[in-house]
């Protein structure tokens, strides 16, 4: 008898800035809606495993997108695309994501995001906070500047091949991590298209920066959580704690022995620092409705 995953995936005609994209993404479960995006050069299936978890979906909706250029969202149809140099911009990622949550017609869902997504967390409570009842960013700091040559001419070189950038992922990891989940992680960015990666790097190291103006991010309109792995080298334990400290009324959470991937490298281990998290905005919507 054929076995099947409760996962569907759709493809939504997105209009963002004026340009047509044709986004895929999957979605499971009832409740809460909690919207996940992924970490730069990688797509949407870095969130499979929560997808799959029925504790999860039994109570909230996850929501997963390939962002455009990314997995199965393949660039816009009409644009030459090929003729400009991809740079993911701060402004075009919070457009995509307000769009993306009004066209699917989500009341003030949770935004969850790692790496670049968990940026864009902060960003997103800081410049929207009344779209989003919470947000969640994983391995999420001020700011992760400092390597404009990297992000802006190495990973760009063409004497660098597709292995090098999987490999510096698997460094990112942690060595506590089931090395299947590893190695499933790590095979997802051997995919990503060659400037794809880079070109999100754009926002990550360069124009995110929260350094300033963290403090104004107001809690009472958008819960504001805080996950660091402490294998992760590239936002560190001290650099998402910074964060956090910044924000009036933000919480922080150390994962003991998790990198910088915690839902694809090690979906078990996660699960037990989020559940909490998804527990707390569970009771405290619950109190906002008595």
Known sequence: MARYSDIKGKYLYLDVEGVEHRVYFEEAGEGIPIVCQHTAGSDGRQWRHLLEDKDVTSRFRIIAVDLPLHGKSLPPFENRYWE??????????????????????????????CSMGGHLAADLAYHHPEEFRASIGIESSCWSGGFDRMFQQWWRHPRLSNDAKPAMMMSLCSPHSPESNVRETVFMYSQGAPAVFSGDLNYYGVEHDLREVAGDIDTNKCMFYVLSGDYDWSATPELCQELADKVPGASYTLMEGMGHFPMSEDPSKFKQYLMPILDDIEKRLETEAA
């Open 84 to 113: 400009d140099e991809y740079k993911l911009r701060k402004d075009w990622f919070m457009a995509f994501w307000i769009r993306f949550v009004k066209e699917l017609e989500l009341v003030q869902p949770v935004f969850m995001g």
